[in-house]
């Protein structure tokens, strides 16, 4: 069961997957990405990840790609690699030139994929819940776009992790909670799911469509709409959502208890019903 690398149209191990130094996803964050798991053996929702990387795509103006031929790449990795639960990933950059602001005339965009297995999250976290800090939203404005963009992701994470929690929840100056580093983010109130619109200032996540389909099927009132940090801490509820998070519980936020400490009965329902849809 090897975990593998595609390169351009070349298929190998990860650790001889080269791309040049003057790439500019390397040297500019030029680049998009997709990540997407798989279930027993089957990519899960594959062709919503592929309708948002072309999204993230043209949203950066990209030259067209192939979506058959990368459907193919991906499929062909993740065949080869053999791993029952992994995790694919796509980075196509803008491709290879000397370094210039400027978009390259004919670079011609680099693509690579690796799957390797997923770590899963702790069981402990799904029956007891995690902890998360509040940080102020400083991220570029199109957070919509999927791109290899991360710095203020990874800063804030790391901030969380110092501080004992498993992740940051973004806040705008103006107090409008918007998601974690690599998740969206849910609240539940008087049984009733609230998440961030869509808008720049997040990202479309796959998983987040799923559990508002799964809401709407499972007859859970369901509102996008903004809200802001008073209504976070006087939530009864409050999870994330994420292709590998998949739905986990929050339950303090910068020390303070939501609702006792507890995980809720809705959260832990979707999660139940989620990991079903995605045949675990």
Known sequence: MPELAYLNGDYLPIEKALVPIEDRGYQFGDAVYEFIASYNGRLFYLEEHLDRLERSLDGLSFPPLSRDAIRQAVETLFEKAGLPRA??????????????????????????????????????????????????DFRWGRCDLKTVQLLPNVLAKQKALAAGAFDALFVSSE????????????????????THPLTPRILPGITRKVVIELCRELGIPIEERLFKTDALFGADEVFLTGTVTEVLPIVTIDGRRIAGG???????RLHETLRRRCGA
């Open 87 to 136: 995790g694919v990933y796509i980075q196509i950059s803008r491709g290879v030139a000397p370094r210039n602001h400027a978009f390259p005339d004919a670079a011609g965009c680099q693509v690579v994929m690796t799957v390797r297995a997923i770590e899963e999250k702790p069981d402990e976290l799904r029956k007891n819940g995690a902890a998360a800090i509040t940080v102020e």
């Open 262 to 268: 507890q995980v809720g009965p809705v959260t832990a």
């Open 175 to 194: 107090g409008v909670v918007r998601e974690a580093t690599s998740s969206n983010l849910c609240i539940v109130k008087d049984k009733t799911v609230v």
